[in-house]
């Protein structure tokens, strides 16, 4: 196809335009739906193991036609709110690409321009402590992939989890036991629009705005383990009419559903507070607000507030920072009980942040970070060996429990920035997890645009 040659510098001219135009056409929609009526996704997981799911199959009819209601609990049904808690600390730490990156100019009363104050186009995932520039703005429209497949080092695909009959102590039929494998998983994809102004040389505001779309799948293949009765004694069978009989010691669960919406949006304020050369100390503030429905995991629920220092330098093309925070989350229902609308604290987090960006060429940079959080007071997810024992018989089972405690999580990232043009950068990052601690994806990949002019 032939274009017009007199059309060439007006596409040039809007290209920027066209290019967000055409990632905005690719965000998704906002809605919200499940497979399950209205649950929320918060609820799916809890229901298919409560009053709506497994324990309700575990002990059906018996042969003479009376009932025996199920009395079938574990750990993971009194307790599967907490990994709202995980999934909900996670949402509220979530790294933002950094809203003052990419091209950084100051203001030479020599020349009366604006001249590049750094080589480097900047971290991507972290802060450094320039600023934009008075009077300058930059947009920019970032895509990230999470895959969550660990939550405190348990494979969320094989999560094992022991139902005991109430009160298994006094032993007889309340010896047996309903054993699960099951399987979680969880994505949430994060289309994120900022936009930063320059208001002095020295002090900028950003504000980033996700839509947010989040996945969540479980599936539990449950066993009935005898070790009280036999199948001749007709109780504790799972209800299942598509085998013979209608009735087995054996039955799969399933749930799922995906919700889009806006997630919690962020507002942030940084100002340098020192310069010596090329060195520079900055100080600001974040303030997360609860806009995205937490009841579908779009958001944190809570209130956040991040007060944060970033010290940085250059040596030639090369420029490390080092950037410390303190995350502050208010109460959110996902901390708490979502089905009565109990709300409770979500944990604290101790933020520290260091790398290197370096600009290899006029046109390319690269950054490599290590991010670390500490998780303050929060509930951790473990496996220990149950065993289980009865008239019939006596078997070892993994079995997951609750801790509380404060850890680690960490991360790095490598990346590359291209400059399209002058004031456009392309970026293309990998966030990749160490250690296993916290919900964590094994590697999150991250595009995005920005422009500044």
Partial sequence: MMIAPNLIPILRRQFPLIVVFILAAGTPSVYAQTNAGEQKLSTLIENMFGPRGLIVYSDVYTLDGTTHMAHFNSDFQTNINRLNIAIASQLSGLPLPSPASGFTYRFDEDTGTFVRSTQSFGPILTERAETIGRGKTQFGYNVQVYSFDQLDGVNLGHVPAVFKHDDAQLGGVRADVVDTDNSVKLSVSQFTGLVTFGITDRIDAAVAIPIVRTHLEATSIAVIHRFGTTRESAVHFF???????????????????????????????????????????????????????????????????????????????????????????????????????????????????????????????????????????????????????????????????????????????????????????????????????????????????????
């Fill in 239 to 453: 209800e299942d009419p598509s085998i013979p009989g209608g009735i087995g010691d054996q039955r799969d669960f399933a749930v799922s559903g995906t919700a889009s919406g806006i997630g919690d949006i962020v507002a942030r304020a940084k100002a340098t507070v020192m310069r010596r050369g090329s060195a520079a100390i900055a100080a600001g503030a974040e303030v997360r607000f609860p806009s995205g429905a937490e009841e579908d995991l779009l958001g944190s629920g809570a209130w956040g507030a991040k007060p944060f220092a970033v010290l940085s330098f250059a040596y030639k093309n090369v420029s490390p920072h080092i950037n410390l925070g303190y995350q502050w989350n208010g109460r959110s229902i996902l901390a708490g009980d979502v089905a009565n609308q109990v709300a409770a604290d979500l944990p604290d987090r101790f933020m520290f942040a260091w790398g290197v960006d370096s600009g290899i060429s006029r046109r390319v940079s690269i950054a490599l970070d290590f991010l670390a959080d500490r998780v303050m007071d929060s509930p951790q997810l473990q496996i220990a060996p149950l065993k289980v024992s009865g008239p019939l018989g006596s078997a070892v089972f993994p079995d997951i429990s609750f801790l509380t405690s404060s850890y680690w999580i960490s991360n790095g990232s490598a990346g590359l920035k291209f400059a399209l043009r002058e004031g456009l950068l392309a970026n293309f990052n990998v966030r990749f997890n160490i250690g296993g601690q916290g919900l964590a994806d094994r590697a999150t990949p991250l595009v995005g645009l920005e422009y500044t002019f």
